[in-house]
């Protein structure tokens, strides 16, 4: 199983941007369909973005298609999210994930702690 640690949040101002990383151990790093879920207080925890193993392929929530970009290195182990043109409702605290499965919207093997991430508006 793949070990995830977040880092990168903080707080900004709506329209200002962030980038988070998610640094993960484990030998089959390359092997793990990977991405970013986030979650505010009494809410369900919420699809952002995945990318394919490979990198090649991504896909998006609706609510940040266009303004979060997800990419991946994998020499590096680790995924990070491009997150521009932020809005206050992009509030909350975000959770790296990982799963060998098709898609992280399926199911989950691994999370990360979470960071939080606050848009002052």
């Known amino acids: 199983q793949v070990q995830l640690e977040e880092s990168g949040g903080g707080l900004v101002q709506a329209g200002g941007s962030l980038r988070l990383s998610c640094a993960a151990s484990g030998r089959t790093f390359n092997r793990y369909r990977l991405g970013w879920f986030r979650q505010i207080p009494g809410k369900e925890r919420e699809f952002v973005a995945q990318?394919?193993?490979?990198?090649?392929?991504?896909s998006y929530a609706d609510s940040v298609e266009g303004r979060f970009t997800i990419s991946r290195d994998n020499a590096k182990n680790t995924v990070y999210l491009q997150m521009n043109s932020l809005k206050p409702e992009d509030s909350a605290v975000y959770y790296c994930?990982?799963?060998?499965?098709?898609?992280?919207?399926?199911?989950?093997?691994?999370w990360g702690q979470g960071t939080q991430v606050t848009v002052s508006s």
């Open positions: 994930a990982a799963t060998y499965l098709n898609s992280l919207r399926v199911g989950v093997d691994s």
């Open positions: 990318i394919s193993w490979s990198g090649g392929i991504t």
